[in-house]
């Protein structure tokens, strides 16, 4: 069968099986919902726009000479629901508002996991290799233990030039998800600035200097920890990866940023193939290698990061999901790298659900862990891995 | 692949073709790894139609040649060109497109198919969002008819033995349908037939006229029989280039290989045949044999890598013995057989004796000399017009037909101490 072909039908597969974990998911929790009910409600909060409507608080009165005060109706889309099935509004409202946004951001997040611990495995040529292996994790948690440590030092009022002071405070979630994803993006650029020498950045090289910045960052995180206070216990709970309180805002965000940069990984798919056969031989097979490695690392970093910024450290999707389905699909990165990160995705909604129908909610990544280890040992164990 | 099986036909077609210009021209080449100079001055050419055999031993820059010409090393000084262009102008893609490469060994560490494996040769050929086309199937099922690997196609890579996995390099370059090839020891962990039929291989691919290759080769005797030209590098540079027959001398590879050869010729094929010996450091002698046949022939071939002057006589023509010592340049005095030689001969032979720092007379097989009790006597050659020869000389040491290298210069330099 033709790679793209397998490819189209394992996505198929791993999105069907997506769906279904997530309405299945959405009937779970203290009230249980029929999945039937569940549909409708989903259906019932999908909009469509229907048109343009514009309304009279646009901008003006604006005296344009000659023609007289003017005034620009301010337009807008209208959006039209196109179902209305009868459903509990009180369903609707825990399916909707409160249930939906987080299994989509787990989705998300997960499939963000999973496709760069993907690339990071190919990239590397080992099996072992995760997401946070170039310091995207603990950069993350640096930066969102920061602003949990001191968020009164980030709430500044700025004195512009034109505009006077302008207050700048960010909301608790929001300032340590945009600390978290800089603190991400800094820590992968300078591991990468550390290892590149020349225009060249050797693969070994980078995988010390990946763990090099990740045990700084790790003494810096424990520092950070011990003037906490107060707030450990919030710095824990982000550190061990979470997922609850997500909003539709994060969803929105998390949404624009993961899908794009997976589909410039899937156009380097093959190049990644190659790459395995070791840089030499990508060389000689055309492709521009170090180029190749920055897209590479600048995309996974950014997925990633775009991954942990709303959820926290959550660990082992990156790495056992690829890992499992590289013994199903096989190691080409066409079918590979869409079926793991779907598998990603659905591997973090039922760990989710897990985590938050337990008596006390626990941090999810405590679940992935504890069912991806196991799972991954009988993996092991009943399939024969001959070479890593 | 031997030809009749795999005709130059049936090889992926190559799109590219630069006319008249060199595939390889690369001058003046250096490359250096830190402080440590690895090549330096090393002129390469690759006609179109031609096969170049890179020889040399363990360390010679081989590889980093081969390497230097891919651009997966800068080399420091010197320019490279492919097709007429220089290499550092042109991208990764339009290499990949002129220049295919077998390489020494891989370790791939996922689990391939190895028709996918092959497939990748066709990465230059594609763009980002190109699906695999009907010319690029064709160029893939070809390579892997004439690398024969389709018998496995569906096996992972890392199932395959280390020869088929060299096939499989092979057939991935064949699939890049690039108009030179570049082959890193390509037979190293080859079987004797599918050593010969990768070579045979490689040479319908240059006959075709347009295509060409290069590759580093350990076994000489391979060299010789397939390659247009030969260049030998050793410590770096390039110590000879030409044409086999000229270049695989028994001073060039003795020189470059720091050993002890001698070049002689494969009796099936005709072509140079090189044997090496360890060193042994003697001090060079005029040294006459008297003898005949393959023993005779073992006995002149070892004293001539060794540096002594050997001369060999009386002896038919025609005989081993004669055929060894034109390859190692000696003179050998002949006469037909079952005939008397006339007097002119034997006193060339008597005088080349009589010269000789010391004469050795070599056993025949059915009259081997006994060596259990005292000094051997030799029987069955030194009888006949060949007595009168020994008779010339001042000494004469009998030599069983068996005698290893190492007692043959023992004796030669035993003898040789005595009379100063």
Redesign the interface.
């Known amino acids: 069968m033709?790679p793209?072909v397998r490819s189209a039908a394992w996505s198929a597969a791993g999105a069907a099986l997506l769906a279904v974990v997530v309405v299945g998911s959405a009937a779970i929790g203290p009230v249980r919902i029929p999945p039937e009910t569940v549909m409708k409600s989903v259906l019932n909060a999908v909009a469509v726009p229907a048109g343009i409507e514009t309304s009279a608080g646009g901008v003006g009165p604006l005296p344009i000479p000659g023609v007289g005060p003017l005034t620009i109706p301010s337009v807008d889309l209208a959006f039209a629901s196109p179902f209305a099935f009868p459903v509990d509004s009180v369903h609707q409202q825990i399916v909707v508002g409160v249930r939906l946004p987080r299994i989509l951001l787990a989705a998300l997040v997960g499939f963000a996991l999973a496709s760069a611990g993907t690339v990071m495995q190919?990239f590397f040529?080992?099996p072992m290799a995760d997401p946070s292996i170039i310091g995207v994790s603990s950069g993350a948690a640096v930066g969102a233990v920061a602003f949990i440590v001191f968020p009164a030092a980030l709430s500044t009022t700025i004195a512009l030039p034109l505009l006077g002071p302008v207050e700048v405070a960010l909301s608790r979630g929001a300032g340590t998800s945009l600390f978290a994803f800089v603190g991400a993006l800094v820590a992968a650029f300078g591991v990468y600035a550390i290892a590149t020498r020349n225009g060249r950045t050797p693969v070994a090289t980078l995988l010390l200097a990946g763990v090099a910045v990740q045990t700084f960052l790790g003494a810096v995180v424990s520092y950070l920890q011990l003037q906490a206070g107060e707030s450990l216990r919030q710095i824990v709970a982000w550190l061990m990866g979470h997922l609850s309180g997500a909003a539709w805002s994060e969803v929105a965000v998390t949404a624009a940023v993961v899908p794009p940069l997976f589909a410039v990984l899937l156009?380097?798919a093959?190049?990644l193939?190659?790459l395995?056969?070791?840089e030499?031989?990508a060389?000689?097979?055309?492709?521009?290698?170090e180029r190749t490695k920055r897209v590479l690392l600048a995309a996974s970093a950014l997925v990633t990061a775009a991954g942990v910024a709303f959820a926290g450290v959550i660990g082992f999707v990156g790495l056992i999901v690829p890992h499992m389905l590289?013994l199903v699909v096989?190691?080409?990165h066409r079918v590979l790298l869409p079926s793991a990160a779907l598998a990603g995705g659905t591997f973090l909604v039922a760990a989710d659900t897990v985590a938050r129908s337990a008596a006390a909610e626990y941090p999810v990544g405590i679940i992935t862990a504890a069912v991806g280890a196991p799972f991954f040992v009988y993996l092991l164990v009943t399939r024969e891995v001959?070479?890593? | 692949m031997s030809a009749d099986r795999s005709p130059p036909s049936s090889l992926p077609d190559t799109a590219l073709s630069f006319g008249d210009a060199p595939l390889l021209s690369a001058s003046d080449v250096a490359v250096s790894f830190g402080d440590l100079d690895v090549i330096s001055g090393v002129d390469l050419r690759v006609e179109p139609g031609s096969l170049v055999g890179l020889v040399g031993p363990n360390g010679a820059g081989k590889t980093t040649v081969l390497r230097a010409v891919t651009g997966a090393v800068e080399p420091d000084a010197g320019t490279v060109e492919i097709g007429g262009d220089p290499a550092a102008s042109l991208s990764a893609k339009q290499v990949g497109r002129r220049v295919a490469s077998v390489p020494q060994a891989t370790n791939l560490a996922f689990d391939f198919r190895v028709r996918h494996v092959v497939e990748m040769g066709r990465t230059p050929h594609l763009g980002r969002f190109d699906a695999h086309g009907v010319e690029d199937d064709a160029a893939v099922d070809a390579a892997m008819a004439a690398a024969d690997v389709a018998r496995f196609d569906d096996r992972s890579i890392t199932e395959v033995s280390g020869g088929e996995r060299q096939r499989v390099l092979l057939a991935r370059a064949l699939a890049q349908a690039a108009p030179l090839l570049l082959l890193d020891e390509p037979t190293a962990s080859l079987d004797v037939n599918h050593a010969v039929e990768t070579l045979e291989l490689v040479r319908a691919f240059v006959d075709d006229g347009d295509r060409g290759a290069i590759a580093a080769i350990h076994d000489l005797d391979a060299a010789a029989r397939y390659c247009d030209e030969v260049v030998v590098l050793a410590n770096g540079g390039v110590r000879a280039a030409g044409p086999p027959e000229s270049v695989l001398s028994a001073s060039t590879v003795g020189a470059a290989f720091d050993a002890e050869a001698f070049v002689g010729r494969d009796p099936a094929t005709g072509a140079p045949a090189v044997t090496a010996f360890p060193h042994s450091d003697v001090e060079s002698r005029r040294v006459h044999v008297i003898g005949r046949g393959r023993p005779t022939a073992r006995v002149v071939a070892r004293l001539a890598a060794a540096g002594h002057e050997p001369s060999v006589g009386v002896v038919p023509p025609g005989d081993a013995a004669a055929g060894a010592a034109a390859d190692a340049g000696a003179t050998a005095v002949t006469a037909p057989p079952f005939e008397a030689p006339s007097e002119a001969t034997l006193a060339a032979a008597r005088e080349l004796a009589a010269d000789a720092d010391a004469t050795l007379a070599v056993g025949t097989a059915e009259g081997r000399p006994t060596t259990a009790d005292g000094p051997a006597e030799v029987v069955g050659v030194a009888d006949g017009p060949n007595a009168e020869v020994a008779a010339a000389a001042d000494r004469v040491v009998p030599v069983s037909p068996d005698a290893s290298g190492a007692e043959l210069l023992d004796a030669v330099a035993a003898t040789t101490a005595d009379g100063e």
């Open positions: 033709r793209w190919g040529r080992n156009a380097y093959r190049d193939n190659v395995l056969l070791g030499e031989e060389r000689g097979l055309g492709i521009a290698v590289r096989g190691p080409d001959t070479e890593l």
